[in-house]
Every structure is written in C-alpha cells, then in structure tokens.
C-alpha cells in the first residue's frame, strides 16, 4: 500500500520558501547563525541570545515568544515577525488500555506520521520517533517498507515528535527526575541512517543539558543495516546502536531485508564490532522478528549466537505483528521461549519485546498505514454520504 497523498486539505499550503523557519530544529550554532542572518540581533550579542531562546524553548517548551520574559519586546516582535515555533498539527490521539499513547502528526498537507510513547521501557518510558515518512526499504516482513517514500523529516519535524509528547504528558520545564519520558528510538517510520544529517541535528537537540536532555545513552537508533554510515552515526551522535538483523546467513537475510544484498552481514557484523564506544554499558541491541518456520529454530538460535559471539549485545526478540495482505505468520509462543532460552544460555539478554497498545495499533511496523487506511475508508463514507 502506498500513502495517498491527503489533497483535500491543500486549500491554502504555505509555500515552503516563505515558510517562516521553525526554531525547535535548529541546532545551538544553527540558532546563532539564524538570529544573526535574520538581522534580530548583532553578531557580538548573538550567542548570549541563543542561549536564552535555547532554554525557553527546550527547557520551558514554550510556543510563544512573548513567554520569553526575559527578552524586551521589541526582541520578541521581531524574533515571531521571523521565525515560528509552532507544534505540528495532532490529527489523532489515542491512549490504549495499557498506557501506551499514540499521536498522528501533520507535519504539512499530507504528511503525517505517528509517534508512539511506551511507558516502562527503558528507565521509566521510551518514545519511538520517526524519521521519515514512509521508507525507501523494502523489507517484505515490514508494512512501512510496503509505502513509498513520500519524504525525509527536517529535524524541526523528529524534535517536534519529543515537544509533541512532552506537552502531553506535561512534562515541561524539562524534569531532571522522575520522568516519564526518558528514553527515545528511533524505531517509528523510515531508515533513520538515510536521514543522518537530520537525524543527528534532532539529536543533538535533543540530547544537549540545557534542554530536553535526554542523555545519548538513553537515545538508540535502528537501522536495518546501511553499513556505510554506522561509523557516521557512532562518531556524529554517540547514540546507542540498535540493528535489524532478523537472519543469521545472508540467503535469508536477502529476502527479508533486501538491503542485505548490497551490504552482507560480513560487513555489517565488522561495522558492528568497531561501532565506537561499545562495551558492557553501551552494547549493541540486535532485533529479531519472530517469523513462523522462517527464522524461529533452536539451530538459527545457535548460529545466531555464534555470528554475534564477542560483541557487547542484548537481543530484542520481536513478535511478528501481522499486517493485511502479509503471508507471514508470527511465531508460537513456545519457539519464542525456547529460541530466547538457548540465547540467555549463551549469556545474552534476550528479552522478548511484549507487544504493546495493539489494541491501538501502536505496535512496530504497523505505524502509519493503519489509520491511513482506517481514515481513508471514513472519507470514502462522507464522500458517499454527502453524494447520497
Ligand atoms: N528502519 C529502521 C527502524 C524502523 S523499524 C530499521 O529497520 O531498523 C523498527 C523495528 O521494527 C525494526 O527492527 C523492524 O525490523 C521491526 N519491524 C518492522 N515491521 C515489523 C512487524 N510487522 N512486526 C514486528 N517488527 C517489525
Ligand atoms: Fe524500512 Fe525499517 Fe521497515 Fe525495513 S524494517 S522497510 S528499513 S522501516
């Protein structure tokens, strides 16, 4: 299924040159840069200017210049005349029975993705960002690899999923204890590692202490293995490293992560182990799709040991979660618990991932599509409704 471009809502689109530029998405220099380009302030006071709209904005999580009290207003008319902080529109939200909250984002006319706060995971609660929308990937197992590509998101639009989440769990001014937010993956939509440069701006937004604050250690990235830019992503932002592996030979990794084929594992398993930083407290997360009769025996437990033998790791086993028109099947509890046993035997954490706010459908690979489609077939209603 690809997404179908929401055309009824372009009346009045902005076009994106005159667009006023988003300050949330701009890193520290980039917000000094700004301020100068935008001639708001001089040169010599610029940084001591930054600093200040930084802390209203990542600290306090303002959206309005005019909270910034400490700014003279002649300040505050101009930064608002060029620039916006405006949070993307919430076009859905949803809160499952277990805790778990879903937001469907607009970020422009049809450009919407959903962000997914888990609560228990990692320390307290992880919230599972996209980073594009749609995926260029085709990894026949994922229902997002099923959608075209429709966009990479600018950094402004992943900071604005964590300000979108903040707000709703009323988590500013940023807490330093006790959150409910502490961590974040990037596990939603799209190939984060084919959007580094916007990836890596969003994290260091997100991660600098006079902000949001969420420590690079508590930050993991997924990537379903675009080797090239694993050394990248390690010395760009110092985040935690999470790979789709799925498959412990390279047959069956072709088919189910088509990637494979231009990056084996050979080579990902060697980008792996010089992944910078990693030991016991930064070890590497490998995810694994619990597919039926495709990947679940005890032998490929074993091989699957054995291929990742010396690296710092933990396994995520990952129930499969069925999408329409997939032929594969998740596999039974009982593969699961004896494919995760003979992992913890060879001293792998191996947690397997418990599916959460399926009743939201908030589960992983299902972001998106469904309620594309729920929202499709409730158009085709009105459209019919009103024709009628
Ligand atoms: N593109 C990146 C990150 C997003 S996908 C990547 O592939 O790593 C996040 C995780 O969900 C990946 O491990 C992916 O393989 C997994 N996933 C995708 N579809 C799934 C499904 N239907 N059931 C279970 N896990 C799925
Ligand atoms: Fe893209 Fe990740 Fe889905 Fe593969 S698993 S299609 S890389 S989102």
Same mark, same amino acid.
């Given at each position: 299924m690809s997404i179908t471009l929401d055309l009824s809502r372009t009346a009045n689109p902005?076009?994106? +040159?005159?667009?006023?530029?988003?300050?949330?998405?701009?890193?520290? @220099?980039?917000? %000094?840069? +700004?301020?100068?380009?935008?001639?708001?302030?001089?040169?010599?006071? @610029?940084?001591? %200017?930054?600093?200040?709209i930084w802390r209203w904005i990542h600290h306090y999580g303002v959206t309005d210049f005019d909270q910034m009290s400490d700014i003279g207003k002649e300040l505050r008319l101009a930064l608002a005349e060029a620039f916006t902080l405006n949070r993307p529109e919430i076009v859905e939200r949803l809160v499952s029975r277990d805790g778990t909250r879903k937001w469907l984002i607009r970020m422009g006319p049809g450009i919407e993705v959903e962000t997914v706060y888990i609560p228990d995971v990692g320390r307290s609660g992880a919230l599972c960002v996209s980073s594009q929308v749609g995926c260029t990937l085709n990894c026949t197992f994922c229902h997002t690899g099923t959608q075209k590509l429709v966009r990479n998101l600018t950094a402004a639009e992943i900071v604005a999923q964590v300000q979108v989440a903040r707000d709703d769990l009323e988590e500013w001014p940023s807490p330093k204890e006790d959150r409910r937010l502490s961590n974040i993956v990037f596990m939603g939509m799209g190939e984060p590692l084919y959007n580094l440069d916007n990836v890596s701006d969003a994290i260091d937004i997100i991660a600098d202490n006079e902000g949001i604050a969420i420590s690079r250690r508590r930050i993991t990235v997924s990537t379903s293995g675009v080797v090239p830019k694993i050394p990248e992503l390690g010395e760009r932002t110092g985040t935690m490293l999470a790979i789709s592996l799925h498959a412990t030979n390279d047959p069956l990794r072709d088919v189910l992560v088509p990637l494979n084929k231009k990056y084996p594992l050979d080579e990902l398993m060697a980008a792996i182990r010089a992944y910078p930083g990693l030991g016991n407290s930064k070890r590497v997360t490998f995810e694994y799709v619990m597919l039926k009769g495709v990947n679940d025996s005890p032998d490929e437990a074993r091989a699957l040991c054995k291929l990742i033998a010396g690296i710092p790791a933990k396994v995520n086993l990952i129930p499969f979660n069925p999408w329409p028109g997939t032929d594969y099947e998740c596999s039974d509890w009982a593969a699961i618990e004896r494919f995760a046993a003979i992992l913890?035997?060879?001293?792998?954490?191996?947690?397997?991932?418990?599916?959460r706010g399926r009743d939201i459908l908030a589960a992983c690979g299902q972001l998106k599509s469904e309620s594309e489609k729920k929202r499709a077939s409730a158009v085709r209603k009105e459209a019919q409704d009103a024709a009628a």
């Open positions: 902005v076009p994106a +040159a005159t667009a006023p530029v988003n300050l949330s998405g701009l890193t520290r @220099a980039g917000l %000094r840069q +700004a301020l100068i380009d935008a001639g708001v302030c001089p040169a010599e006071k @610029a940084r001591m %200017r930054a600093t200040q913890n035997k060879a001293g792998y954490a191996s947690p397997i991932r418990t599916p």
